[in-house]
């Protein structure tokens, strides 16, 4: 190997290394300075957690309590947002929101691309017959758009958070192992898996020790796209009445309520429930591109 | 007494339907043509067979195609008294004792097929919906316990007899949904009617797109000269409020039969002003709360008591009146009529009570003696928005107000027949909707499912069938008037079987130019459209 073929790898390591060492605030503070969009959506997925979590200390006022000496009330101080049609104070129901959506959000994310990650890695390292069967079988699943997909699971599993959770997890399974296979199919292929293979290591640990880890990057990518995705899917079932069901607090449910009847006499009701997710979903989906910017070699490069 | 009844009524008829806009002026001369276009608020009804069905979505689909024996006066409609002939010629009075009931058959209708109707025709008509041979379903048969037998001596003559005369049955025999249909198909094929529609009713049936409409050309042969109107009627599908509102706004529909919210109503008002009419009326339908007696621990009067003293109807019902087509507290008679609790009664009732504070304490405390405070059940609720879904959310609100814990589970109609059928619920919003207001049989509901198969409630009462055996044998008002308090004590206080919540309002907004259909305390009565016509 000639000294010049060198070169160019060891000036990369270089500029890479001194990142590794950096603590995580000076790395955080990197990241924002690099990615303001990413930082933007991520402080917006960050209020939302807040909120979600906190709903019990943040919400002024009980998200299911009806009030009907203050029904349909436009946004005052006493109610920030206003009120629906039942008197609930609107900011309270939103804040409650945010918890429905991240259960929903991130369960259907995190078990819908585990079981993907495990099937996508798993069909790729074994291929032969079980991957034909398994890519045929996602062939099928994703072949329906998600939400018709969920609708069909609802539909037979019935309506309330836990079936919504089933309904849009079923659908993020084969999107993900189509995603992490094709990843995992490269590293199936390079001469530290044979190795590995040569020392007489098993599936499991090959798998999980070598391949798993690898794909892990276009991995969480996924992963925070699919948040963003199940929020919107709970939000387009229960805007069809498919979802949560009343008097949970819930953004599409907040939706359906107001936006039909009330669009043009009270249009808080349905404006803010459609604020909050259109908020959540935007920055999830630009903090998702700025951590591929960041996790993908290729786009780091640019 | 029957004098005083009849005052009574049409006093209350008087004040129950109110905006007269779209209604015929005397000196309005119904113009003849054009074709009325209305939307139903259903994907489509389950079967055209009005015997079998109980369903607006059937009645508004076919009723244009079909007669009756008699009907509620359709130039009155909100009487509950005014029965007056469709295919009889004159209203008859009843002889011995009140028993034998002869009805004269006009000869001069014909089928829409060219054969003429006789009184065969109308007297099997009648013995199906009475006693429906083996396989055949009628919905309304237990309205009719009183019929002994139903024939036709000649072919302009039908006679009922009866086991007891009662003031129910009058009413009963004005029922929308009792189509005459023709005695050589019922008798070929008692399921033809079903998916086919053959009638003698002011329209002839043109067409049916599954989903999507229903159509009717005007029948040159129909027996009332000059009517109908119209040239013909368009009944388009349109489950979704916002597609039927949107219809009406844009004019590619004049109006909806069933009943709008207020929010529409005011969003219509507001938008077309004086293009638009509006007629409301109190509305012959009221949510009750069905309680499992066979889940545990709802077995326990103690706390379907508590279920009923938790809900303060006196608050919600203005509350609710903005936001649903809900309106009434009442009973289990319809408010309107003379045999309906008065407030004063009903506040003795549990679940009635005036003080709210007082009502909550002793639902707690009988909480508290089952020894289920703070549990937790489901309620089933129908999909369908008003006034179901509003009055779901309510309620469940209104038991957390005594620490009860409710989790609400909406599935389409389908499913939810299937639960209460099945007994697969702890609670469930369900509605009784009634066609003539016609009390004596309209509390049938409330009876044990041995005696009402429409009731899901799962328990047997035979003292609660002791009062309702001697209520509908009564013929003396104040008699029956109470012993109608008694059953309604036994069963929504000393037993508290069910709660009733509110009853609805109906709010009809149509195009200014239809005229001639008045609004009735029923979506399923006058629906044959004879008498409509458009002032375009």
């Known amino acids: 190997m000639s000294p010049s073929d060198t070169t160019l790898p060891i000036s990369a390591i270089d500029d890479d290394a001194p990142e590794t060492r950096r603590s995580i605030l000076e790395r955080s503070l990197l990241f924002c300075r690099r990615q303001p969009l990413g930082t933007f959506g991520l402080a917006l997925c960050i209020v939302m957690l807040i909120a979600g979590l906190g709903a019990e200390w943040l919400a002024p006022y009980s998200p299911t309590a009806n009030d009907f000496s203050a029904m349909t009330e436009p946004p005052s101080w006493a109610h920030l947002l206003g009120t629906d049609q039942f008197g609930r104070d609107l900011l309270s129901r939103i804040i409650y929101g945010a918890r429905t959506a991240l259960i929903v959000g991130f369960s259907c994310a995190i078990v819908g691309g585990f079981v993907g990650l495990v099937l996508g890695v798993g069909s790729a390292y074994f291929g032969g017959r079980i991957d034909a069967w398994l890519q045929r079988v996602f062939d099928v699943l994703m072949a329906f758009p998600l939400i018709i997909m969920a609708l069909a699971v609802v539909a037979i599993f019935g309506t309330g958070v836990q079936n919504v959770i089933v309904a849009i997890t079923v659908p993020l399974v084969p999107r993900c192992a189509r995603v992490v296979r094709s990843s995992a199919l490269s590293i199936r292929e390079v001469p530290y898996v044979d190795a590995a293979r040569a020392c007489g290591f098993g599936h499991v640990r090959i798998i999980m020790r070598h391949m798993v880890p690898n794909v892990m990057a276009p991995f969480l990518i996924l992963i925070t796209a699919f948040v963003g995705q199940a929020i919107l899917a709970e939000a387009s079932l229960s805007y069809l009445g498919l979802g949560v069901q009343e008097p949970v607090a819930a953004w599409g449910l907040m939706l359906q309520g107001g936006a039909e009847e009330y669009a043009s006499t009270a249009p808080w009701i349905a404006v803010f429930p459609g604020l909050a997710i259109a908020l959540t979903v935007f920055g999830i989906s630009l903090y998702g591109d700025a951590l591929r910017d960041v996790l993908d070699p290729k786009m780091r490069d640019r | ?536």
């Not at chain 2, 008509?125 to 429906?132: I, L």
């Not at chain 2, 639960?419 to 369900?430: I, L, N, S």
């Open chain 2, 1 to 536: 007494m029957t004098m005083m009844r009849g005052v009574c009524a049409a006093g209350l008829a008087a004040i129950l339907t109110t905006g007269a806009a779209g209604v015929v002026a005397a000196a309005d001369a119904p113009k003849r043509g054009g074709t009325l276009t209305y939307v139903i608020p259903a994907d489509g009804p389950p079967s055209f067979d009005g015997h079998r069905e109980t369903t607006f979505a059937t009645v508004h689909a076919t009723a244009p195609f079909y007669s009756v024996l008699i009907r509620i006066n359709p130039n009155d409609p909100g009487s509950t008294t005014d029965f007056v002939c469709d295919l009889c010629t004159q209203m008859p009075k009843p002889t011995d004792d009140g028993k034998t009931w002869t009805f004269k058959i006009r000869q001069d209708v014909k089928w829409h097929d060219g054969s003429p109707l006789t009184a065969y025709d109308v007297a099997t008509s009648w013995q199906y919906v009475v006693r429906p041979p083996e396989g055949m379903t009628s919905a309304r048969a237990s309205y009719f316990v009183m019929v002994d037998k139903v024939e036709a001596p000649d072919a302009s003559t039908v006679v009922f007899r009866l086991k007891f005369a009662t003031d129910a049955f009058l009413p009963g025999l004005a029922d929308p949904f009792a189509y005459v249909y023709k005695k050589d198909i019922l008798e070929k094929d008692p399921h033809w009617y079903e998916k086919n529609i053959m009638g003698s009713g002011p329209f002839k049936f043109a067409s049916y797109d599954v989903g999507q409409s229903v159509k009717g050309v005007r029948n040159d042969d129909y027996y009332r000269k000059g009517q109908p109107y119209l040239d013909g009627i368009v009944g388009l599908f349109a489950p979704k409020q916002a597609v039927r509102v949107d219809a009406m706004r844009a004019d590619r529909a004049s109006l909806e039969f069933r009943g709008l919210p207020p929010s529409a109503r005011d969003q219509l008002v507001k938008e077309l002003g004086d293009k638009l009419t509006v007629q409301t009326s109190d509305w012959n339908c009221g949510n009750l709360i069905t309680i499992n007696h066979k889940k545990k621990p709802f077995d326990d009067v103690r706390v379907r008591r508590a279920l009923a003293l938790a809900i303060d109807q006196w608050n919600g019902a203005p509350a609710l009146a903005k936001i649903a087509n809900v309106h009434t507290v009442g009973g289990v008679v319809f408010p309107g009529s003379p045999l309906a609790a008065k407030k004063e009664e009903l506040q003795k009732l549990t679940g009635f009570w005036p003080d709210i504070n007082k009502s909550r304490a002793e639902a707690k405390r009988l909480l508290k003696e089952a020894g289920v405070e703070g549990m937790s059940f489901e309620l089933v609720n129908r999909n369908i928005d008003q006034p179901y879904k509003f009055v779901g959310t309510w309620v469940i609100d209104e038991w957390s107000k005594v620490g009860l814990k409710v989790n609400q589970r909406v599935v389409p109609t389908g499913p939810w027949y299937e639960a209460m059928r099945g007994g697969t619920f702890d609670v469930v919003v369900e509605a009784n909707c009634q066609g003539v207001v016609n009390p004596l049989m309209d509390v049938g509901k409330y009876l044990p499912h041995a005696v009402y198969t429409e009731n899901y409630g799962q328990y047997e009462d035979q003292k609660e069938i002791d009062i309702y055996n001697a209520m509908i044998r009564e013929t003396d008002f104040a008699k029956q008037r109470a012993l109608i308090r008694q059953f309604e004590t036994h069963v929504l206080d000393t037993e508290a079987h069910a709660i009733q919540v509110l009853w609805w309002s109906r709010i009809i907004p149509a195009r200014s130019y239809v005229k001639g259909w008045k609004i009735s305390p029923s979506h399923f009565v006058n629906q044959d459209l004879a008498n409509v016509w458009l002032d375009k």
